[in-house]
């Protein structure tokens, strides 16, 4: 079995995209073909209006894998306003060959949104505001063909870019003050810190469930193992210091790859490694492999200053092979 992850960086349709479709998805569909995955979790794909109906659907999306042999995968997104159809933009979408029995959203179900009286708006803000995520945690039950389950969950935590403040902004990239730009890089540190927990809360149920239950968390947590983010999902037994709670950390499966090959983002030149899988005990028992398709990035900074965006992804896609189950009948 083949679990993937891949960071499409804003799919879209013109006239929001900045390039036809097409020209995307001649460097799109063989990277996503070369990752022969049996389940993909995608982040960044944008929802496009449908002629006579009010909800948003995954009009780009569809054209992309039109031809692939993820058309045919059972497909689980996130949904947008009031529950219907998908949102706007950022959608996290999973696709699997294995059936998905059952699925949730989780958006401040366990970290209720965070208080903040903003310091630097202009003109001042009264009162306390409320720090909201950027998108659910998408879980998908997944039946294996051994009538096991695998439960994934597809994760997106917020940039390590300043959040917007008001009137602290003088172009989308340009800050009126120091003091603004901290408190809005601030926020966004909250953002992605607080989700996390959420989602470590979310393992934490589901430990409590089933000890040895097979759980990947796979998707673009901005941030490197040794930041906080990602510390927090992992739940080390060195950050716990109590070897009885080992069983519910997880494991890092990129720690696997050579140190040349370990990075799916290009950033002023620094290779990072913001996308990860991180698997339960249970599942890692039947991990073999994993590598990053990274051969072909472009620096994103690059492209930050140019306004523009590449006709791939400034993220390389990740996919980890386990053992233990035949691949159902194409």
């Known amino acids: ?31 996503l073909e070369r990752l022969e995955a049996d389940v993909l979790c995608l982040q960044e794909v944008n929802g496009q209006h449908v002629a006579g109906r009010e909800e948003r659907a995954l009009l780009a999306l569809d054209q992309l894998l039109a031809g692939t042999r993820y058309a045919a995968y059972a497909r ?9 159809g998908v949102a706007d933009v950022h959608n ?24 903040h009286e903003l310091r630097t708006a202009l003109p001042p803000v009264a009162g306390a505001q409320p720090i909201r995520f950027d ?14 389950t695998l439960t994934v969950l597809n994760l997106h935590l ?39 927990l959420e989602a470590r809360l979310v393992l934490e149920q589901l430990f409590d469930a089933d000890p040895h239950r097979l759980i990947a968390v796979a998707g673009d947590f901005n941030a490197d193992e040794h930041e906080v983010p990602v510390r927090i999902v992992v739940g080390a037994e060195e950050d716990t210091g109590n070897g009885a709670l080992a069983g519910r950390s997880l494991v890092i499966l990129d720690r696997a790859l050579p140190q040349d090959r370990r990075w799916s983002l290009l950033h002023h030149g620094r290779r990072e490694m913001p996308d990860h899988i991180l698997v339960s005990r249970a599942l890692h028992s039947r991990f073999r ?7 072909t990035l472009a620096d994103e900074l690059m492209g930050y200053a140019r306004h523009t965006r590449s006709s791939a992804s400034y993220h390389a896609p990740v996919v980890a092979e386990f053992i233990g189950w035949q691949a159902p009948p194409a």
């Open 1 to 31: 079995m083949r679990l993937a992850t891949f960071n499409l960086e804003s799919l879209d349709l013109p006239p929001k995209a900045g390039l036809p479709l097409e020209a995307r998805a001649e460097v799109l569909r063989p990277a």
């Open 76 to 84: 689980l997104a996130t949904t947008g306003p009031k529950g219907r």
């Open 92 to 115: 996290l979408v999973t696709l699997s060959r294995y059936p998905i029995r059952s699925a949730r959203e989780v958006l401040h179900n366990l970290v209720p949104p965070l208080q």
């Open 135 to 148: 998108r659910p945690i998408l879980i998908a039950d997944l039946e294996m063909p051994d009538g096991t």
């Open 158 to 196: 917020r940039a390590p870019l300043a959040a917007s403040v008001p009137g602290q902004k003088l172009e989308p990239f340009v800050w009126r003050s120091v003091g603004g730009w901290a408190e809005g890089y601030f926020l966004s540190g909250l953002r992605r810190t607080a989700q996390a």
């Open 289 to 295: 492999a994993i590598d990053a398709h990274n051969e």
